[in-house]
């Protein structure tokens, strides 16, 4: 079958640094994703990994090693407003099948504290 | 429109009710994706539209739901005959047709069955 597995809660103070894990196992595999969602609003994309390494957007970096079917999400500078759900997701056919849906973790809840 | 919108915000039904969401996907985008969410956890696939054609309804308990995606309408999902379980926030999401890996998200509609 198809899962990914993160943590399902973290904890951290502002201005600290969290690291949001991510383990999958699909049948295929075609790009990490990353979503937001602030108290079950619509979710935003936050990063995408197509290859392996570290993509870095601001305060928010994630990282890929798909020999490992392994990412996170780096949030740096941690702000009250990053308190949130995140989700990782993966797509498990190719560019060309780009009606395929994400299958999504089941998130992690994230609270920042002052 | 550069958003996703989905009507209702919310809706009630009683069990054995029908309901019906709509979704209108932002305009140009050729995608489109219905996800259910309980309790904030994870996203449950529905089905994908690609234009008006089906793409990929592997996630659809079809006895009770239908969706549709007709030209120069809004898309649809309804649901025959509700049963309690069916409570949950329905998300609908697009996509461009090349390129990008994001989904953009719609608000959701917030579906009670009593």
Request: net charge negative.
């Amino acid at each position: 079958g198809q899962s990914l597995e993160q943590p399902s809660e973290v904890t951290a103070v502002e201005g600290a640094i969290v690291q949001i894990n991510c383990t999958y196992q699909t049948s295929g595999f075609y790009g990490l994703s990353w979503y937001q969602q602030h108290d079950g609003g619509a979710p935003t994309f936050l990063s995408y990994n197509g290859l392996d390494g570290l993509e870095e957007t601001g305060r928010f970096s994630s990282f890929l090693s798909r020999s490992d079917s392994y990412g996170y999400l780096l949030l740096q500078e941690l702000q009250m407003k990053d308190s949130a759900s995140y989700f990782c997701a993966v797509r498990d056919r190719g560019e060309k099948q780009a009606g395929t849906a994400l299958i999504f973790g089941k998130g992690t809840t994230l609270s920042v504290s002052s | 429109g550069e958003e996703v919108a989905q009507t209702p915000k919310h809706l009630v039904r009683g069990e054995g009710q029908k309901a019906k969401l709509y979704c209108a996907p932002i305009k140009g985008h050729s995608y489109v994706f219905w996800y259910q969410q309980v309790l904030k956890n994870e996203f449950k696939f529905l089905i994908s539209f690609q234009n008006e054609n089906v793409f990929d309804e592997t996630g659809m308990p079809k006895e009770r739901f239908s969706a549709k995606c007709l030209p120069n309408s809004p898309c649809s999902l309804e649901i025959q005959a509700t049963k309690l379980e069916d409570s949950a926030v329905y998300f609908c999401a697009s996509r461009p047709t090349a390129g990008a890996y994001e989904q953009y998200f719609g608000p959701g509609t917030r579906l009670t069955v009593t």
